[in-house]
T-cell receptor, first 115, second 113 residues
Framework: GAVVSQHPSRVICKSGTSVKIECRSL??????MFWYRQFPKQSLMLMAT?????????EQGVEKDKFLINHASLTLSTLTVTSAHPEDSSFYIC???????????FGSGTRLTVV | QQQVKQSPQSLIVQKGGISIINCAYE??????FPWYQQFPGKGPALLIA???DVSEKKEGRFTISFNKSAKQFSLHIMDSQPGDSATYFC????????????WGAGTKLIIKP
């Protein structure tokens, strides 16, 4: 089945630094990938939709200058958290579909802790 | 109208019992209803999904029941096992909204041995 690889699984960074999270579709091409944020004991919150070769579409309230998304190829999307602050600490998850929108595969998530 | 309401928030079931989680929606344009299973510290994994042209879909111990007129769908886990303990999310999407998943709030399921 479709596999989405997400790295790193855990990262701790200092306030003010930037962190990059990678999301790769291993055995299929993904023209669209989605980035989510999940707080403890809560549902997934869509942050942005990443489209290969074009600018990402951000959800209302998500700072596009803080959460930089790049979808440079059909198999790779990256999320960079810039100038990270403790409130950016969260679980970030990417997803993609190999079936035209039905049946999304999710990455294993990245636990970001900003100290 | 974009919301998907999920209940209960948490559920404790004895091993071997039936776990039932319910979801309701308002948007009649939704045409795809998946259920995801998420273990702590992991991303969600697709468990089972249904389209509105059928009323029930079964895969092993997992069954989705779909009631189009009531705009409700539910997940039944038969013979629940401790390994089923996880958080379950229902979701819905439509071609009209470019397949963006609208998520339920999640149900934390605990199966007691």
């Amino acid at each position: 089945g479709a596999v989405v690889s997400q790295h790193p699984s855990r990262v701790i960074c200092k306030s003010g630094t930037s962190v990059k999270i990678e999301c790769r579709s291993l055995d299929f091409q993904a023209t669209t990938m989605f980035w989510y944020r999940q707080f403890p004991k809560q549902s997934l919150m869509l942050m942005a939709t990443s489209n290969e070769g074009s600018k990402a579409t951000y959800e209302q309230g998500v700072e596009k200058d803080k959460f930089l998304i790049n979808h440079a190829s059909l198999t790779l999307s990256t999320l960079t958290v810039t100038s990270a602050h403790p409130e950016d600490s969260s679980f970030y998850i990417c997803s993609a579909s190999d079936r035209g929108g039905y049946g999304y595969t999710f990455g294993s998530g990245t636990r970001l802790t900003v100290v | 109208q974009q919301q998907v309401k999920q209940s209960p928030q948490s559920l404790i079931v004895q091993k071997g019992g039936i776990s039932i989680i319910n979801c309701a929606y308002e948007n009649t344009a939704f045409d795809y209803f998946p259920w995801y299973q998420q273990f702590p510290g992991k991303g969600p994994a697709l468990l089972i999904a249904i389209r509105p042209d059928v009323s029930e879909k079964k895969e092993g111990r997992f069954t989705i029941s779909f009631n189009k007129s009531a705009k409700q769908f539910s997940l039944h886990i038969m013979d629940s096992q401790p390994g089923d303990s996880a958080t379950y999310f229902c979701a819905a999407s439509s071609l009209r909204s470019n397949y963006q998943l609208i998520w339920g709030a999640g149900t934390k399921l605990i199966i007691k041995p």
